[in-house]
């Protein structure tokens, strides 16, 4: 899975997708042989259903740190304040230069629809395909940045972590 915006325009053999571990170094790299886009991406209008299935073309070797994550049922989303975590490769700041060689992992709490919208009020349109999700760790605001697009949301119900989002900007 990852964002539409990732995807679009790009052919699905020049996709790699790296698994396993959490330093850039040592992954596991699988060829994509398909990208299914969801049909209601709409990047013009502010990234609504900004997500992309990857069919891989060979099946994945899972191992201590490969595995599955659960999807939910059909429009379950996660209630308000629900700890989430987002994790990616991204900047570790808006103008940074590099991006880490370690996977960044960062604790988020589920937002209302209607803060959301009043913080993105003059940036963006939250439409109801989407899901906000922000926190704050010793002062610091936790987040997605640039690069991290395509990363999962995942949350914790009772001892199963479930995919309740996918990183499209922040």
């Not at 395909?129 to 987040?143: N, Q």
Request: aromatic content about 8%; some cysteine; glycine content about 10%.
């Amino acid at each position: 899975l990852s964002a539409a915006h990732c995807t679009q325009g790009v052919h699905a053999q020049d996709i790699k997708v790296a698994l396993g571990g959490g330093h850039l170094t040592g992954l596991s790299n699988y060829t994509v042989a398909n990208i299914f886009t969801h049909p209601g991406f709409n990047k013009t209008y502010y990234m609504d259903y900004d997500a992309s299935l990857l069919q891989l073309q060979s099946p994945v070797v899972f191992d201590e740190c490969i595995g599955v994550v659960c999807v939910p049922p059909e429009r379950a989303r996660p209630t308000t304040y629900k700890e989430c975590y987002i994790t990616g490769w991204g900047k570790l700041a808006e103008n940074a230069v590099a991006v880490p060689n370690e996977l960044q992992m960062g604790r988020v709490h589920v937002t209302s629809h209607a803060v959301c919208r009043w913080q993105y009020a003059t940036l963006a349109t939250i439409t109801e395909s989407m899901l906000c999700a922000t926190g704050r760790t010793e002062g610091k605001i936790v987040d997605a940045c640039q690069g991290d697009s395509g990363g999962p949301l995942v949350c914790k119900h009772d001892d199963a972590w479930f995919l309740h989002g996918i990183s499209s900007f922040g």
